[in-house]
């Protein structure tokens, strides 16, 4: 069966504008977590966010156009273009691919929630202006896989256009499902792009009233504490991430830059409760994932570090915890562990895009990302958690995780290229 290679990478997020900022800014433990700007959350019981900072649309979309998608599609469109540019298949005068690739090249979206902010925005207005006010790019700008849609228009892509939309997490199932497609010979290129941006009244309100979320309002970078004893619950970012995934041997073939081969992912559900994770449907993705790996590879898969969904909750880390410690008979086998949301925040549905990013990344460079705010571990979080300081270390293979509301797990496996 066909080999699945990582070609090209994008993302933007509350501490950067690009992979290699991002990745530095992360290794370096800065938290990109602050007071809420995108509108006024005085009144509400959180009041802090992972929102990324001084962006501009315009940057990335024609003026014009920039009124006709939320702003979850603008950021996709950005980290979209990094990704397609780092993979040699855009410029910077020139975005669409040729056209002799363009019906093999596909692109796979994902989003937890898609446009909130602008179906907030138009439900005010149809409730207090009447509905002939509503505007008329209201549907097509929030609809998740109009992400998709901006996006493969901007980049020719004609292939196969899906999306994702399992919460938290989406974006690994879009890039597992790029792995499908591509290995089933659906397509030869696929783009996956996670995009999120639900940091509004109804989206922090919404989280706030689950108790979902923390309160640190006056200490917000250290209010993402993934594994601490004194976590209170998950910080809302915002963001993109972009992956270029290939056929190996056209990769090969155009002298393309190869990040990593994925070689396994697994899924599952936990049919059990619509928010409370149980330990069993990660472990079974865990599982799954490293099933694959050994089958496609033909070798026992060691996995060196592993990028956690850990989102600081307090149930969600020990749950993650526990299941992996059971994945590997015993805590003292485990590789080390990290969360980089205590750096960006939980970006709900483009978590696993970006996550992803930052563990191809860790893989290529020999060093593994903190977690930050670990001052007092959790008695129940056993694992090695790089707690602080980011660590050099040699890796081969490496895992990341992600799992959402319904009870949705995902995982996926990457391994270097020899």
Do not use: W
């Not at 938290?168 to 397509?187: F, R, Y």
């Amino acid at each position: 069966m066909k080999r699945v290679v990582i070609t090209g990478l994008g993302t933007i997020n509350s501490v950067g504008h690009s992979v290699e900022e991002s990745f530095k800014a992360v290794v370096a433990g800065e938290c990109g977590i602050d007071k809420i700007t995108l509108f006024d959350a005085s009144e509400y019981p959180v009041q802090i966010a992972g929102e990324v900072k001084d962006f501009d649309p315009t940057t990335v979309m024609d003026k014009k156009e920039v009124k006709k998608a939320d702003r979850f599609i603008q950021l996709g469109i950005k980290a979209a273009k990094e990704a397609m540019i780092d993979a040699g298949f855009a410029s910077e005068e020139n975005k669409r691919v040729d056209d002799s690739i363009a019906e093999r090249f596909g692109l796979i979206s994902a989003s937890g929630i898609g446009g909130l902010s602008t179906i907030e925005k138009n439900s005010i207005v149809c409730e207090n202006r009447g509905p002939k006010r509503i505007s008329p790019f209201f549907i097509p700008s929030s609809l998740v896989n109009m992400l998709g849609g901006f996006i493969s228009i901007e980049h020719g892509l004609k292939g196969p256009s899906l999306s994702h939309v399992t919460a938290c997490a989406a974006s690994t199932h879009a890039l597992n499902d790029a792995v499908k497609t591509i290995k089933v010979n659906g397509a030869d290129k696929i783009l996956v792009v996670g995009a999120e941006s639900a940091v509004c009244g109804a989206g922090v309100g919404g989280f706030a009233s689950m108790k979902a979320l923390s309160t640190r309002n006056d200490d917000p970078k250290k209010a993402s504490r993934p594994f601490d004893k004194d976590r209170d619950g998950f910080v809302m970012g915002e963001g993109a991430g972009a992956l270029v995934v290939e056929e190996y041997e056209a990769a090969v073939a155009r002298g393309a830059k190869i990040y990593c081969e994925i070689i396994g992912f697994g899924e599952s559900g936990d049919a059990n409760h619509i928010t409370s994770p149980v330990m069993d449907g990660p472990l079974r993705s865990m599982k799954a994932a490293l099933a694959m790996a050994k089958a496609s590879t033909g070798e026992e898969i060691k996995i060196d570090y592993i990028n956690t969904h850990g989102t600081s909750t307090p149930v969600g880390d020990v749950n993650e915890s526990k299941a992996i410690a059971q994945l590997f008979d015993g805590e003292e086998n485990c590789p080390p562990v990290t969360s980089t949301k205590g750096q960006i925040g939980h970006c709900l549905g483009a978590a696993g895009a970006i996550e992803a990013i930052f563990a191809i990344k860790a893989l290529n460079e020999g060093i593994i990302p903190p977690t930050i705010n670990i001052e007092n571990q959790d008695e129940e979080c056993k694992l090695d958690y790089v707690p602080g300081t980011a660590r050099e270390a040699e890796l081969q293979t490496v895992m990341s995780n992600n799992f959402g509301f319904g009870g949705t797990n995902g995982t996926v496996i990457f391994k270097k290229v020899k």
